[in-house]
């Protein structure tokens, strides 16, 4: 692929990633709700989560105005890189990344916080018998809120 076809292409995937990641919230949120447990094989379950912060927690007394600010700061920064880059590859992974921004941002303007704060994250918990059945934790991105 060209640079100039990844630049022209980019304002389609900047949607695909808005609208992907606000459908897989909305299932994720109906697939695995509060005080759910879901095996999917043995040692390996989804659980539902709250997180009150943008991650781990961080963040999670701001105003929602100041991480929506962020959100688009960011967003013009990636946009700005996204207009100088010189890879196509590049190009399409900064595209997917706006419009991941731009979904969370979307999150926190509608919901007045980030979006886990009242939605649950999909976390995949894994036990080794290597590690004495310690569980190890691994998120799903997807925040799970239904913005």
Known sequence: MTLSAAKRLAPLLI???FG???LSKTWAHSFVGPGNVIAVFPGFNLVA???SGVAFGLAGEAAPAIL???GVLLSGMLGIWLIRTRS???ALGLSLAIGARL????C????????PAQGHAAIARCRSS?????QRWASYRSSACSC
């Open 103 to 106: 979904a969370r941002a979307r």
């Open 68 to 70: 929506i600010a962020i």
């Open 130 to 134: 290597r590690l004495h059945r310690r």
């Open 49 to 51: 989560i709250t997180n």
């Open 88 to 90: 196509p590859i590049h």
């Open 20 to 22: 992907l990641d606000q």
């Open 108 to 115: 926190v303007r509608r919901r007045g916080s980030v979006c």
């Open 15 to 17: 949607l695909a990633a």
